[in-house]
């Protein structure tokens, strides 16, 4: 086994676990919000306007297209056991 292979055996897949440790961020959020569950200090809202003929079909396709591949978008923060952990839910999302 190469150096640069024994350095890289320990990194996991995504897919590979059902649930991850919260980053030192997360976990700070996740703190945050709990003090204060009404808060709405973590939420960012935007909004996009489209001109013109839209293929509401095509952007739904392209939408979970980008679901599929980003992990972040299929996370949620569960508990198990008092602890918070991020769990990456399956590209079925409906």
Not at 17 to 37: E, F, I, K, R, S
Not at 58 to 69: D, F, G, P, S, Y
Not at 75 to 94: M, N, R, Y
Request: charged letters at 15%; zero cysteines; glycine letters at 6%.
């Amino acid at each position: 086994m190469s150096m640069e292979s024994s350095r890289l055996s320990y990194l996991v897949g995504a897919s590979s676990l059902d649930v991850y440790p919260l980053t030192g961020a997360q976990n700070n959020v996740w703190y945050h919000q709990q003090l204060d569950l009404e808060s709405s200090v973590y939420h960012i809202g935007s909004a996009i306007t489209f001109s013109g003929h839209l293929e509401i079909q095509h952007l739904e396709a392209a939408w979970k297209k980008v679901i599929a591949h980003v992990d972040t978008l299929r996370s949620s923060i569960i508990l198990q056991d008092g602890t918070p952990f991020q769990k990456i839910h399956a590209e079925e999302l409906q």
